[in-house]
């Protein structure tokens, strides 16, 4: 076995999560990459794609970021599970390319604090939901407890915990919309800074040729 057919089959084992076309196109691609450019030492080939595992990043974040393109072409947001995948790979392929560290450690601190902001405005709107579902309850639980005694303060606050319910029906559709809103502006981010970190990666290898 040479240096490429060694890299290829070290690569099909990281390409596990891909479909088989998705799998065999890749492969071949890089087959075919490796052999034009003539390459025929195993750490030639590492130092230009880098290892197996490190290639195998990029490709997988690449073919999450087209099937989210996808998606957004057919319903103009893609689904959450489909924002946070782009997101979580394109991290994982900066952690491991090896690009410049300081392009690198910037492109992880936007996107670190790009997570924080939307963990936060998540968890301010479960909050919201999970507020007025127990607020709703004390509310009517309290007025058919004094309707007895005290039956207009028994109704108001009956009626405050109906309305209270009113609004936690409206604010859950309005959350899910705010949150998935937010997924897809993650990924979208994730992908713009990934883009730029590609473009300059080939700049700077342009330049050293």
């Known amino acids: 076995m040479d240096a490429r057919q060694k890299y290829i089959s070290e690569l099909k084992r990281f390409l596990a999560p891909l479909t088989t076309e998705e ?3 890749a492969l071949n691609f890089y087959n075919e990459y490796i052999e034009d450019a003539g390459y025929d030492n195993y750490q030639q080939i590492i130092k230009e794609l880098g290892n197996p595992r490190q290639l195998s990043h990029k490709i997988l974040a690449d073919y999450s970021i087209k099937a989210n393109n996808e ?3 057919n319903s103009h947001t893609a689904s959450p599970r489909s924002n946070w995948r782009v997101f979580w790979l394109v991290v994982i ?3 491991t390319s090896p690009i410049t560290f300081v392009l690198s450690l910037g492109a992880l601190i936007v996107l670190i604090c790009a997570l924080a902001a939307v963990f936060g405005v998540s968890v301010g709107i479960l909050g919201t939901l999970v507020g ?3 607020g709703s309850g004390v509310m009517i639980y309290s007025g058919i ?3 007895a005694a005290a039956p207009m303060t028994g109704i108001l606050y009956a009626g405050i ?3 209270m319910i009113g609004f936690l029906l409206l604010c859950i559709p309005v ?5 998935r809103w ?3 502006a993650i990924a979208n981010l994730a992908k713009y800074i990934y883009q730029k970190l590609l473009q300059r990666k080939a700049e700077k290898h342009e330049k050293n040729i």
């Open 145 to 147: 407890g004094v309707i």
């Open 23 to 25: 799998r065999t196109d």
């Open 182 to 184: 937010l997924a897809q």
């Open 175 to 179: 959350g899910y919309w705010i949150i």
């Open 93 to 95: 392929a900066i952690i």
């Open 161 to 163: 915990g109906v309305t």
């Open 71 to 73: 998606e957004i072409k």
């Open 132 to 134: 007025l579902i127990f």
